[in-house]
């Protein structure tokens, strides 16, 4: 196998691990609000987001920038109950055009967070090497090969359970955001505990 491809393929795997279960949290709290017709709007979605996370993802392993590694694991579940909330508190359908671009911000920042998780995992399995170029790379599309494979899953599920099975989309919305907050929650307590040890 390829060097691009072994980091592809770990890149993948990391992200729709257990592991990575906060970044498949806040991709599907991302994702919560839309249906499988909402597609384009998605893919601008994820689109920011992995603008936000290749950033710093790049910088981290680069060495470019260096942040404390419990700060980032705590903020990365709060990233995710801001967006679950956000989605829960959703204003009128005549403001939702303006809650969809904030969505793109949130998004594209939360997305600066994320990449200085990610940079944890890659790192450690560059080791000491000096070319990062294509591991980095391979590592990064393999990360959104993960998380198209999410946001295609929770697509999915929207349209089986709002078109088939009726459930009204708020109620699906609210369920969803409200389980999402609820684990985010706690994973933040948690890891602000972690701060201070």
């Known amino acids: 196998m390829s060097e ?3 980091y592809f393929q770990l890149g993948w795997q990391h992200i729709v691990a257990w ?3 906060d970044h498949i949290l806040f991709i599907t709290a991302l994702c919560a609000v839309y249906l499988l017709k909402d ?11 992995t603008i936000g996370h290749s950033v710093t993802l790049a910088l981290s392993v680069l060495d470019i920038v260096h942040i404390s590694t419990p700060l980032i ?5 709060v990233t995710i109950f801001i967006t679950a909330l956000f989605n829960i508190i959703r204003p009128p359908a005549e403001e939702q ?24 995992r890659l790192k450690s399995l560059l080791g000491t090497g000096e070319n990062v170029v294509v591991p980095l790379l391979g590592f990064n599309v393999g990360l959104e ?14 349209g089986i359970i709002v078109n088939i099975t009726g459930v009204k989309r708020r109620d699906w ?25």
């Open 39 to 49: 597609w384009k709007k998605v893919l601008i979605l994820v689109t920011a987001f």
């Open 4 to 6: 691009f491809g072994l």
């Open 145 to 158: 090969f993960g998380q198209i494979l999410i946001v295609i899953c929770v697509l999915l599920l929207a």
């Open 19 to 21: 592991d990575g279960v």
């Open 73 to 77: 694991e705590f903020l990365i579940p």
């Open 173 to 197: 919305i609210m369920f969803l955001s409200s389980a999402i907050f609820g684990v985010a929650f706690v994973m933040a307590i948690e890891r602000f505990k972690a701060l201070f040890t």
């Open 97 to 120: 055009q303006r809650a969809i671009q904030l969505n793109y911000l949130f998004a594209l920042f939360f997305g600066l967070i994320h990449g200085m998780g990610f940079s944890n």
